[in-house]
């Protein structure tokens, strides 16, 4: 589903070269759930907005799907992100003026999804993550664990390939971590392909697979319990 191959990027701080990805190449199957593992500065975020197609590789080729985007404009990648890829993010990102049923909604607005279908998807998938009852809540009238719930909704509603989750339980307690990482679980369980980016060990461990990336390289690359990937 997803394959990277040399994939560097560089960015200028003055006079100064940062290699922030530095020749990586991953594959990622269809239906795994794999952890990309590193502490602040080794080049996760980075790698996070190649695999989300939020940026382009200087350098590399990268496909989804069989497809190259390595060299798509910025259009394309929009198109790509919209049509391919559910984000989940630590800090939400919902719109405050609109309730939970519209922060769903929204990015089917943005396919051209048909109105009929639009409510039967919002529904299905507040439904999904327990928050039925909360559809016309607005973000500060929901908890954190209850947003992040919706930003997942969010994400299972457009029917993506790949859920792409950055540190999303960053922003929580360790209730609603656990319930939010459970849920994730179920989602991987129903078929989805999900990539969590994460600094945190436990974390990483509820996946399938960790990928631990430092100074811009991969370091390893195992499933969970010892077995290479």
């Given at each position: 589903?997803?394959?990277?191959?040399?994939?560097?990027?560089?960015?200028?701080?003055?006079?100064?070269?940062?290699?922030?990805?530095?020749?990586?190449?991953?594959?990622?199957?269809?239906?795994?759930?794999?952890?990309?593992?590193?502490?602040?500065?080794?080049?996760?975020?980075?790698?996070?907005?190649?695999?989300?197609?939020?940026?382009?590789?200087?350098?590399?080729?990268?496909?989804?799907?069989?497809?190259?985007?390595?060299?798509?404009?910025?259009?394309?990648?929009?198109?790509?992100?919209?049509?391919?890829?559910?984000?989940i993010f630590q800090q939400f990102n919902l719109l405050p003026?609109?309730?939970?049923?519209?922060?769903?909604?929204?990015?089917?607005?943005?396919?051209?999804?048909?109105?009929?279908?639009?409510?039967?998807?919002?529904?299905?998938?507040?439904?999904?993550?327990?928050?039925?009852?909360?559809?016309?809540?607005?973000?500060?009238?929901?908890?954190?664990?209850?947003?992040?719930?919706?930003?997942?909704?969010?994400?299972?509603?457009?029917?993506?390939?790949?859920?792409?989750?950055?540190?999303?339980?960053?922003?929580?307690?360790?209730?609603?971590?656990?319930?939010?990482?459970?849920?994730?679980?179920?989602?991987?369980?129903?078929?989805?392909?999900?990539?969590?980016?994460?600094?945190?060990?436990?974390?990483?461990?509820?996946?399938?697979?960790?990928?631990?990336?430092?100074?811009?390289?991969?370091?390893?690359?195992?499933?969970?319990?010892?077995?290479?990937?």
């Amino acid at each position: 589903m997803i394959e990277l191959k040399n994939i560097t990027k560089v960015y200028s701080l003055g006079d100064e070269e940062v290699r922030a990805l530095d020749g990586i190449s991953l594959e990622i199957e269809d239906r795994e759930f794999v952890a990309i593992v590193g502490a602040s500065g080794s080049g996760k975020s980075t790698l996070m907005n190649m695999i989300g197609c939020l940026d382009s590789p200087d350098d590399g080729e990268y496909y989804i799907d069989g497809q190259d985007v390595s060299h798509m404009s910025e259009r394309e990648l929009a198109i790509m992100r919209n049509r391919k890829i559910g984000f989940i993010f630590q800090q939400f990102n919902l719109l405050p003026k609109l309730t939970a049923y519209e922060n769903v909604e929204l990015p089917l607005i943005y396919q051209g999804v048909p109105a009929k279908e639009r409510d039967v998807r919002v529904r299905e998938a507040l439904e999904q993550v327990g928050l039925a009852g909360r559809m016309g809540h607005r973000p500060n009238q929901l908890s954190g664990g209850q947003q992040q719930r919706v930003a997942v909704a969010r994400a299972l509603a457009t029917h993506p390939s790949l859920i792409l989750a950055d540190e999303p339980t960053g922003n929580l307690d360790s209730k609603s971590t656990k319930d939010i990482m459970g849920l994730l679980y179920e989602v991987h369980r129903q078929g989805n392909t999900i990539v969590l980016i994460t600094h945190d060990n436990e974390i990483a461990a509820a996946a399938e697979r960790q990928v631990r990336i430092m100074d811009g390289r991969v370091i390893s690359d195992v499933r969970n319990g010892g077995e290479r990937a």
